[in-house]
């Protein structure tokens, strides 16, 4: 049912015209203008958006089209006082493809020895050609031994532009402090995210299955060991099918040119859980 009212504050030839509901509106508690014709005074105007989006737009239709087919790239737009600064960032897969032969990657692997001791193996690893730069053996791993093994990872001026690492708290601040007087920018993972550091993950993962899982570890002392023979054997004499089947490290200073002809020996290492095969003199 519609009824008349009258309303306050408007002009007495209009008040006639202006018809109303009964009902009430529950989320506004007020009458409900019956009539399309009666303005609404609540409505704002139109919406005048600043320029900066307009300009905005523009660039991320431009950036579009300059891409190929299925490749996007993502933007952070800066506010400056002289206008309007779009910043380009690149994906962290992308990153890293990119700058591979200039990241390192380090992280832990703990183990236990036969009398259910805990023991710390450390690994630093180049990202582009997956070879193993230091490994070291502890039972603490504190900050200090671990600033320790960054500085023999970096002899000589030999470093690396970033250092991927995870959250761990055993870097500390005396790690960090290594890393800036070398001139090594710090790059952390995200929390919960072990495919940032994938390729270090995949090495460790490869420790100890082709390794560590055929051995009884005593001590300190015959890990250290057992390490470093793998870890020859990892860098001079496994293939790797993501390397086109070669070999992490470049061949050695000196070394003799491939002998085509003769038999093919076989060198045992680590008692024969792994073998380098060569021609025989």
């Avoid at 202006?18 to 609540?42: H, K, L, Q, Y």
């Avoid at 320029?51 to 299925?70: F, I, K, N, W």
């Avoid at 236990?112 to 690994?123: K, N, S, V």
Wanted: aromatic residues 8%; positive net charge; hydrophobic residues 40%.
């Amino acid at each position: 049912m519609l009824t008349t009212l009258p309303v306050k504050g408007m002009p007495q030839q209009h008040a006639s015209s202006a018809t109303f509901s009964t009902g009430w509106s529950r989320s506004r508690r007020c009458p409900i203008p019956a009539s399309p014709t009666e303005p609404d005074r609540n409505r704002r105007g139109p919406v005048v958006l600043p320029a900066m989006y307009s300009r905005c737009t523009h660039d991320v239709l431009r950036m579009r089209s300059e891409c190929t087919q299925g490749r996007y790239r993502s933007i952070s737009v800066d506010r400056e006082a002289d206008g309007l600064l779009v910043q380009h960032r690149q994906p962290w897969a992308t990153f890293l493809r990119h700058h591979a032969g200039e990241i390192w990657a380090c992280d832990f692997l703990p183990i236990t020895d036969l009398l259910f001791r805990p023991l710390h193996a450390f690994f630093v690893i180049v990202l582009e050609t997956r070879r193993v730069i230091h490994v070291g053996v502890t039972r603490q791993p504190t900050d200090a031994w671990v600033a320790q093994q960054l500085r023999e990872a970096t002899p000589f001026g030999q470093r690396p532009i970033y250092l991927l690492r995870d959250n761990d708290s055993k870097y500390g601040a005396a790690c960090a402090h290594v890393a800036a007087a070398s001139g090594i920018t710090v790059l952390r993972t995200a929390y919960r995210a072990p495919r940032q550091n994938a390729t270090c993950a995949r090495f460790l993962g490869s420790v100890r299955r082709e390794c560590l899982d055929h051995l009884l570890i005593l001590g300190q002392a015959q890990l250290r060991r057992v390490l470093r023979d793998d870890v020859q054997y990892f860098n001079y004499h496994r293939p790797h099918q993501g390397l086109a089947q070669r070999i992490p490290a470049a061949p050695r200073a000196g070394a003799t040119a491939a002998v085509r002809d003769g038999s093919v020996r076989a060198i045992p290492i680590l008692h024969g859980l792994h073998h380098a095969y060569a021609r025989a003199a």
